[in-house]
């Protein structure tokens, strides 16, 4: 079992839609949780952090997490064309140690 | 957010030399990094935790003779493909740690091309 899983997508909404991205892990121990954004050929751009089961707004970016579930989601309100790119979630289970999942590939449709 | 550094943002090299491609953190200090490897269209692959002041630990599978890494301070890492081959020919980044969650921050990658 993978300890990060993602929906590789892709996954397409219309601009001005709501983009959800789900991702699950198997480390009930877990503690930090990560969503990148990255965009083709670029490296990884961390844009937002949960630590606390509930949600968590930054800007147009609401993250989710649900300790008990094992679940972790990011909702992007208003899609732009330029959200589009692929996303990826990162849990860190401790011990200074970081797992990325695939990633969930993200496009925006004018 | 913190900020990472890498050099060269791309290279290309002959088959059967060597490259080196540095990481550092500009704005805080890094005991460790990681140095990761993407092909097109795949995720994210960790090659290997660097270490300051100590040996480097290699994911399985990755040749650590071939893929040599130096922590020689707090801010620089270095990643030195040796004998490139063109199947070597990717995508390198480096990431670095910081703040009390241990937040990852990348740089911007190294495209090397061996021909």
């Known amino acids: 079992q993978k300890e990060v899983e993602q929906n590789s997508g892709p996954l397409s909404v219309p601009e001005g839609a709501i983009a959800s991205l789900n991702c699950t892990y198997s480390?009930?121990?877990?503690?930090?949780f990560f969503w990148y954004r990255q965009y083709s050929g670029k490296s990884p751009e961390l844009i937002m952090s949960i630590y606390s089961n509930g949600d968590k707004e930054d800007g147009r970016f609401t993250a989710q997490l649900n300790k008990a579930s094992q679940y972790v989601s990011l909702l992007i309100r208003d899609s732009q064309p330029s959200d589009s790119a692929t996303y990826l979630c990162?849990?860190?289970?401790?011990?200074?140690?970081?797992?990325f999942g695939t990633g969930t590939r993200l496009t925006v449709i004018p | 957010g913190a900020v990472v550094s890498q050099h060269p943002s791309w290279v290309i090299c002959k088959s059967g030399t060597s490259v080196k491609i540095e990481c550092r953190s500009l704005?805080?200090?890094?005991?460790?990094m990681f140095w990761y490897r993407q092909f097109p269209k795949q995720s994210l692959m960790l090659m290997a935790t660097?270490?300051?002041?100590?040996?480097?630990?290699?994911e399985q599978g990755v040749e650590k003779d071939k893929f040599l890494i130096n922590h020689a301070s707090l801010t620089l890492s270095t990643l030195t493909v040796t004998s490139a081959h063109p199947e070597d020919s990717s995508f390198y980044i480096c990431?670095?740690?910081?703040?009390?969650?241990?937040?990852?921050?990348f740089g911007p990658g190294t495209r090397l091309t061996v021909t």
């Open positions: 660097s270490n300051e002041g100590s040996k480097a630990t290699y």
């Open positions: 704005d805080f200090q890094a005991t460790t």
């Open positions: 990162a849990v860190e289970p401790g011990a200074n140690n970081l797992f």
């Open positions: 480390d009930r121990g877990s503690q930090s």
């Open positions: 990431s670095a740690p910081t703040g009390l969650h241990y937040e990852q921050y």
